[in-house]
């Protein structure tokens, strides 16, 4: 089993900044891929943005510029450093975390991030 705990959520005024971290824990040798997410009310959960193993980023084409996915492989943390940030970056972030031995995916809880106009 693989634990994700997020945290550096919060409410922001557009064009803010903020730093959400994800820090996993428990059975993770077979984790490589790490993302986050994230859900608006009504609407379904989308990438935000993703890191594998060796590095390589994903992007959102809604958050290329302004986002930032990095990974601490000796803390087993990923970040994801947000800037200019729009109220339609209003929602709540995931984490998620993809072993490729078990083939399981894993999901923090969430955190809410709000921006304000």
């Known amino acids: 089993q693989v634990q994700l705990v997020e945290s550096g959520g919060g409410a922001v005024q557009a064009g803010g900044s903020l730093r959400l971290s994800c820090a996993a824990s428990g059975i993770i040798f077979g984790i490589n891929a790490m993302g986050w997410y994230h859900q608006a009310p009504g609407k379904q959960r989308e990438l935000v943005a993703a890191?594998?193993?060796?590095?390589?980023?994903n992007y959102a084409d809604s958050v290329k510029g302004r986002f930032t996915i990095s990974r601490d492989n000796a803390r087993d943390t990923v970040y994801l450093q947000m800037n200019s940030l729009k109220p339609e970056d209003t929602a709540v972030y995931y984490c998620?975390?993809?072993?490729?031995?078990?083939?399981?995916?894993?999901w923090g809880q969430g955190t809410q991030v709000t921006v304000s106009s």
């Open positions: 890191i594998t193993g060796g590095g390589s980023t």
């Open positions: 998620n975390a993809d072993d490729r031995l078990s083939h399981l995916s894993y």
